[in-house]
């Protein structure tokens, strides 16, 4: 019986997805564990693990396409069936996506009527199986793709799918409009042409601006942050902390890691560290606002923030206090390297207290991070500089880096996050401290 793969959840907020890409095309054979498409949730890019065996009969989302989480997305054949034949769960499946809730219907309708848009104008033809009572044409999503493409008009053709909807076989083999699109081109020409020109004060430019639809990720980074800078009072500390000592530990431990392990140690490892030894030893930042009262929470998890191509993650060392300065660092190593191949796993965002963004790779000095809700404390990392300071007296060369923490202020006051912060920079100009 064919098998209905769905929109999987893939977080604890996820509400639709997009189908960033299909790794297997209709027609191929799948196995359990396959990976089969990456999928883009609110939080990451994660691939879609394949559950059942057979083959990939029909992919209804195209790339790109969204699809409400639990929606039909693609239709598996188990071995000796064939698509189409008698009344099988692809007809279910079919009905079930008329039936979907109101948005997830409306998102269809609205993709069908951008595709059908460009289509020329649909020569008289009789009615075929592919056309429901209400004159909208049955055709899968890639079906409709297929067709804006090559300019197939979907009124001409009779489906061979479920129910006669049109599949990407019928598009196939079907003969190009006789209307192609490009022939409105001279009429849209002409209508320029016959446009006044305007005003000239500046030399004339063929660029023009590039709109770019905004990724699932990128509406919840906007969602939140809205939410965290309209919604929790923030205040901001700064300091510097000289890094002369940090950097000279660094370079020794690198030194021995190299004849042992191997590891490299960053910066990045050390002020991770700091963070985590500080939020123990002033648990008040270790803090979250729930209403009516305040949570402080009984484990560290360092939220890290990791640029990606289309915004930011920020994966988690759990249970950071019970880890050596080693295991932070293949871990948050091992992290980034899943965040930018699109691997990391859901259970992966979850149990954050604190979060640290670092920005001197990018050169910059200082800058005041947003708050992370719902945590209370984001740490803000700058580059090392060398610059004059003074010492004893005397004007010398120093290494300096400039840290601030940006907190909700209904959790953590002035005095704390002082505190707070004094006790990092304490561990920074210490270093050999965070590791007994």
Not at 374 to 394: C, F, N, T, W, Y
Request: with cysteine; glycine share 8%; charged share 20%.
């Amino acid at each position: 019986m064919p098998i209905q793969i769905e929109m999987p959840k893939l977080s604890d907020t996820m509400t639709e997805g997009t189908v960033v890409r299909w790794l297997k095309k209709e027609g191929d054979e799948i196995e359990i564990g396959d990976i089969i498409a990456e999928i883009e949730t609110d939080k990451a890019t994660m691939e879609m693990e394949a559950f059942d065996e057979g083959t990939l009969s029909q992919i209804s989302v195209a790339e790109g396409g969204k699809a409400p989480v639990g929606s039909v997305i693609a239709i598996l054949l188990e071995d000796g069936e064939a698509a189409g034949s008698g009344v099988t769960a692809a007809n279910k499946a079919a009905a079930a996506t008329s039936s979907a809730p109101p948005a997830a219907t409306q998102a269809l309708e609205k993709a069908a009527a951008a595709v059908q848009k460009n289509q020329p104008a649909a020569a008289a033809a009789p009615a075929v199986a592919a056309t429901t009572s209400t004159g909208r044409i049955k055709a899968s999503p890639l079906a409709k793709k297929l067709a804006a493409a090559e300019g197939v008009d979907l009124s001409t053709i009779s489906g061979t799918g479920p129910g006669g909807r049109i599949v990407k076989a019928d598009v196939l083999g079907a003969p190009a409009s006789s209307a192609p699109a490009s022939a409105a081109a001279p009429a849209t020409a002409t209508a320029a042409a016959a446009a006044p020109a305007p005003a000239a004060i500046s030399p004339v430019s063929s660029a023009e601006d590039k709109k770019i639809q905004l990724s699932g990720m990128r509406k919840i980074i906007a969602e939140r942050l809205l939410t965290s800078k309209t919604t929790i009072p923030h205040f901001y500390l700064h300091l510097e902390v000289d890094a002369a000592p940090l950097m000279s530990l660094r370079k020794q431990i690198n030194a021995q890691a190299e004849a042992t392990h191997g590891n490299k140690y960053s910066v990045n490892d050390f002020v991770v560290k700091a963070l985590i030894n500080a939020s123990v030893a002033v648990p008040e930042a270790n803090a979250s606002f729930n209403g009516d009262h305040i949570v402080q929470f009984a484990h560290v998890g360092i939220s890290v923030a990791i640029a990606v191509d289309d915004g930011l993650v920020t994966p988690v060392v759990k249970k950071a206090e019970q880890k050596s300065l080693l295991d932070i660092s293949t871990e948050i190593k091992a992290m980034a390297g899943r965040a930018r191949e699109n691997k990391l796993h859901p259970n992966e965002f979850d149990g954050g207290t604190v979060t640290i963004s670092n920005l001197g790779a990018w050169g910059i000095e200082s800058f005041d991070a947003i708050v992370n809700p719902p945590q209370a404390v984001i740490l803000s990392v700058g580059g090392i500089i060398e610059k004059p300071v003074v010492k004893d007296g005397a004007i010398v060369p120093g290494l300096r880096m400039n840290l601030g923490v940006s907190c909700d202020h209904r959790v953590v006051d002035g005095a704390v996050a002082a505190k707070f912060l004094g006790e990092i920079k304490r561990l920074i100009e210490s270093p050999a401290l965070m590791l007994v």
